[in-house]
């Protein structure tokens, strides 16, 4: 019988997943990115339905972990910032869907 | 503890967002079906080629309109994204704009002259599918479209509009079939359906999308 730390195949990869793909405010930001080349702040705060200080706060740990690139610019007189994703972002989701796939299917 | 997001449902509704979220798109289908139901009846003062050009010339000012609505009302509220072009949703939109053509230079073709269709059915088949054959058509054609939209923009809404306008179509062909031309109750019915649909989404888009300002 297999020990408590021993696993079928796939449900193993759980333990290396991204942890910061993982958590749930910033997958949801990462897959709202993956549906679009890029995306204001005010787009973002609508799809996530975060707060404010929430979607600032994850966006800059995404920035930092090189996932997803901001660009401020402006609209006429009006600020506006722009999010997108990186290639490496990209490939973050991409991973991730990955690993969780295959520990569904190695669970079933 | 939050419920983990459903990859699939959050990316449905992103598209969902940039395109459906407005009610614009359902009060410009609603107009352009509501300008077919009225077609006999201008088509009867006009005469079949100034129609054409007048239902053309309408619908372009129809879509400019909507355009204009989006980006002056819709935009400040629901913010803006520009949409990706994988191959797969490049393949897709070809298809839908390829069908959408021919169904609308079917359309057009038997709105202008309705003679040809009867070139394409074996006289020996029954009557009424030589009647009707392109009106049958038309409903596997919209339910089709239609429902393809709304799987893959999570929109339950438009499985509705199919089956509406191509039954819509069908049953104003049916009973009106020898009848004196005039206003196309059925399709008309069917397009001030979408129309309140698409009035009821912008009250509903203005309540839950105030214009946001963000100074960041």
């Not at chain 1, 706060?57 to 690139?69: F, I, M, P, Q, R």
């Not at chain 2, 449905?12 to 979220?21: A, H, I, N, V």
């Amino acid at each position: 019988m297999p020990s408590a730390r021993q696993g079928p195949e796939g449900v193993n990869h759980l333990a290396d997943v991204n942890r910061i793909v993982h958590e749930p405010a910033r997958l949801m930001i990462l897959l709202v990115l993956s549906t679009v080349q890029e995306a204001d702040f005010v787009f973002l705060l609508n799809a996530t339905e975060l707060t404010w200080g929430n979607l600032s706060s994850h966006v800059t740990k995404l920035e930092d972990a090189g996932y997803v690139e901001v660009e401020k610019g402006f609209v006429g007189k009006k600020p506006r910032t722009l999010a997108r994703l990186t290639h490496e972002g990209r490939q973050a989701v991409d991973d991730y869907r990955r690993t969780m796939q295959q520990a569904l299917d190695a669970a079933k | 503890m939050s419920d983990a997001p459903k990859i699939q449902d959050i990316q449905r509704r992103t598209r969902r967002l940039m395109t459906y979220e407005d009610g614009s798109w359902d009060l410009l289908l609603g107009t352009i079906f509501f300008l077919l139901s009225v077609y006999p009846i201008t088509r009867a003062r006009l005469g079949p080629s100034w129609n054409l050009v007048l239902f053309i010339g309408l619908l372009l000012v129809a879509s400019g309109v909507q355009m204009f609505l989006k980006w002056k009302f819709a935009l400040p509220r629901l913010g803006y994204a520009k949409g990706i072009r994988s191959p797969k949703l490049k393949a897709l939109f070809v298809v839908t704009i390829g069908v959408v053509i021919l169904t609308f230079g079917v359309v057009v073709l038997t709105l202008r002259d309705s003679s040809w269709l009867g070139a394409l059915v074996p006289s020996s088949g029954p009557i009424w599918l030589r009647r009707f054959m392109v009106d049958i058509l038309v409903v596997p054609v919209m339910v089709g479209i239609f429902s393809t939209l709304g799987y893959l923009f999570g929109v339950t809404r438009l499985y509705l509009y199919g089956w509406l306008l191509g039954i819509g179509n069908l049953t104003a062909v049916i009973i009106y079939d020898g009848a004196p031309e005039g206003f196309n109750v059925p399709l008309g019915l069917a397009a001030g359906i979408i129309l309140v649909f698409g009035a009821t989404l912008v009250v509903r888009f203005v309540r839950n999308y105030p214009v946001r300002t963000l100074d960041v």
